[in-house]
């Protein structure tokens, strides 16, 4: 286990970007609960790599999200729904990643909307992809990088309360975490071993002072394999 700084953490996840060697898009995924802080270091890893001179295209599954209706088809509260029902995830590989891996055409959209614009991704690119449940069966395997991003489950209803408080009570917030959000995250963890499957783990309970963990998966350019 590394500690250090925040800028400890992202040179070292650049580091391990730039050691992709895929002959496609390098694709990133930034994996982790809500209020896990993912997003955040997605936009910084982003960041780094610009600054670097690498294309970086920035995406999130929240932009592959299901109707309303759909997704709370098992209940508002419903964990099962929160894991199953909530993401596009055929949409996801057939317009983002599945074009920027092995074979495709780098052509791709960023969000299941109509109106999303369709680009094309210079060969070099990294990809920045932040979401719940990206390592799952359905998704594992378009990834060149694997981060996970954990934090306790206390801090993360804190850190909820703090977030949603302004639109929500305490006790809807809560009780939206704990009946469904921290729920589904542990039937995640129980059927796709999210934290086996990844190539590193970065504990987020102090953002500043982040502690991380590089897992011994091989080298991370042939950890795509579609």
């Known amino acids: 286990m590394a500690y250090g700084t925040r800028d400890d953490l ?19 995924a930034v994996d982790g609960p809500p209020a896990a802080g993912k997003t955040t270091l997605a936009d910084e890893l982003a960041g780094v790599l610009r600054a670097r001179g690498r294309h970086v295209i920035r995406a999130t599954v929240d932009d592959f999200l299901v109707p309303l209706k759909r997704r709370y088809r098992r209940g508002e509260f419903s964990a099962e729904g929160c894991y199953l029902d909530a993401h596009d995830h055929p949409a996801l590989n057939r317009m983002l990643l599945d074009p920027l891996g092995p074979g495709g055409d780098r052509r791709f959209r960023h969000a299941v909307h109509d109106d999303a614009p369709t680009w094309t991704a210079p060969v070099d690119a990294v990809l920045v992809f932040d979401g719940v449940f990206l390592l799952r069966p359905e998704l594992v395997d378009r990834w060149e990088l694997r981060v996970l991003v954990s934090v306790t489950h206390e801090r993360l209803v804190a850190r909820a309360v703090v977030r949603e408080g302004r639109v929500s009570s305490r006790a809807e917030v809560e009780r939206r975490w704990r009946e469904r959000y921290l729920p589904a995250q542990q039937l995640y963890a129980a059927t796709a071993r999210p934290v086996d499957r990844a190539d590193i783990v970065v504990r987020n309970d102090e953002p500043r002072r982040p502690a991380w963990e590089t897992r011994a998966r091989g080298h991370p350019g042939q950890r795509g394999t579609r």
């Open 10 to 28: 992202l040179r070292d996840l650049a580091d391990a970007v730039g050691r992709v060697t895929a002959g496609h898009p390098t694709r990133v």
